[in-house]
């Protein structure tokens, strides 16, 4: 990151700028319109499985590429707040944040956006549209293409963790249903929690009712293991690791909290089919 | 070397299916996709490799192994120009220890089933299991911020 000498008129604040000119002051209208854009662009991110220090540089860059002087920008786990500056003036406003699910797609996406934005390419309309469009673009995968994918993911699991083709075909039909059924409560906008705890319930009645039915094998725990593989909070773990290595302490342990409830609710929803079917070990 | 090649190329395959099958979870970009398996694939080759060898023991192979393929995603990612992370976060899933970590959780559950005569097998398995498993995330999620510690550094702000 290059920073520039402070400008005269607000010495206090670091500048940044390819050039190295002075930028004339934006007014207060522009001001808030670059602030949305910037909260906007930091909304989405989050939302989609991206780490804190991503956010923040992204909302940061976003102001600086459209005009302002600099952006002071706090994460939390759930808001982001930006102050976007520009000579004596500034903006300040919070944007809420809903928990989502991971589109690596639409963070390649923004990252690409605001490089853009950083070589001074778009202006303000522009980006605008930008975001919107990538707010609406579809995912290149369709739910079956995903239900198929992440079965044989689990599927190949239980081959990791040495299974035989027989716990093999098992997991594969169970983890396909599990994931149907979590994309369907997903859709309802049942609580993420309660989701997970049922989608578990389903992966683990299925591996039930099918070692009941032929007594497949002594595998079963196995199965039953990996058949909820699709639901371990992989991204939300890694990026609360990150987040705590770089400082973001509070959004780290905020994230790392959400993943050990996910986690126990794996563990209730494989805990009760269990019961059912009359095993106690895994 | 003591480790059976055959089967190490056989699970290698299975850790890039779990990997591709991640990818399509996350909504990578389509042009991405094989280098996602590959990452995933890669991962876990050399985790087993450094295992089986007794060169390591499994919670630092993990670290070593999620570090090799996040310092890969940067380079893919500069090749296909997208953040490494597209590459990184599907390639570290196949060695994420699932079934240790169910095995773990639900003898935690089942410590409280029997609370008058709780085994010690029980209860030590769990002290272990449950240490071996944080371990082992912990490394891996260590791992991956390797290489943005590394290359992504920025003078503080004043």
């Known amino acids: ?57 992204t909302v940061r860059s976003v102001g600086t590429g459209l005009g302002c002087d600099w952006g002071d920008v706090l994460v939390s786990h759930n808001a982001i707040v930006v102050s976007h500056i520009s000579g004596r ?103 993420s929690l309660l989701g997970v705890v049922a989608s578990a319930l389903v992966a683990g009645s299925m591996v039930a009712v099918i070692y009941l039915l ?22 939300p773990f890694i990026n609360a690791v990150e987040d705590l290595i770089k400082g973001y302490t509070v959004v780290g342990l905020a994230r790392g909290a959400t993943s050990a409830l996910i986690i126990l609710a794996i563990a209730l929803g494989l805990l009760i089919a269990m019961q059912l079917i009359g095993i106690s070990r895994l | 070397m003591s480790i059976a090649v055959g089967l190490l190329l056989e699970q290698t395959l299975w850790a890039g299916v779990a990997a591709l099958g991640f990818a399509v979870l996350f909504n990578v970009p389509v042009r991405t996709l094989l280098a996602c398996a590959l990452s995933g694939a890669i991962a876990y080759a050399v985790r087993t490799i450094l295992v089986e060898t007794n060169l390591l023991t499994v919670e630092a192979a993990t670290l070593l192994a999620a570090t090799a393929v996040s310092f890969l995603g940067v380079i893919f990612g500069r090749r296909w120009r997208v953040p490494a992370l ?25 410590l409280t089933a029997n609370p008058v005569n709780v085994s010690d097998t029980l209860l030590a398995a769990v002290a272990v299991n449950s240490i071996k498993t944080l371990l082992i995330v912990g490394a891996l999620a260590g791992g991956v911020a390797v290489p943005s510690l590394l290359l992504r550094r920025h003078r503080p702000m004043t």
């Open chain 1, 89 to 191: 003036e500034f903006r300040t406003k919070i944007r809420r944040v809903s928990r989502g699910g991971v589109n690596m797609s639409l963070i390649e996406q923004i990252s690409h956006l605001t490089h853009r934005i950083e070589e001074g390419k778009f202006d303000r309309a522009q980006v605008r549209a930008e975001l919107e469009r990538i707010s609406n673009y579809p995912r290149h995968y369709n739910r079956w293409l995903t239900v198929v994918a992440v079965g044989l993911a689990c599927a190949a699991f239980s081959r990791l963790f040495s299974g035989d083709w027989l716990t093999f075909g098992v997991t594969l039909i169970s983890a396909a249903v599990a994931m149907f059924v979590r994309q369907e409560l997903t859709l309802r906008n049942f609580n």
């Open chain 1, 1 to 57: 990151m290059s920073v520039s000498q402070p400008p005269q008129t607000k010495p206090i604040q670091a500048k940044r700028s390819q050039t190295g000119a002075a930028k004339s002051p934006l007014d207060r209208e522009t001001l808030a319109e670059i602030v949305d854009l910037a909260l906007r662009a930091g909304q989405l991110l989050m939302e989609n499985g991206a780490e804190s220090q991503r956010v923040e540089v």
């Open chain 1, 214 to 235: 032929t007594e497949f094998s002594r595998q079963v725990g196995l199965a039953l293991a990996a058949s909820v593989l699709l639901l371990v909070p992989g991204v």
């Open chain 2, 86 to 110: 597209i590459f990184v976060v599907p390639g570290v899933i196949p060695l994420v220890p699932g079934a240790l970590a169910f095995r773990t959780m639900i003898d935690i559950l089942m």
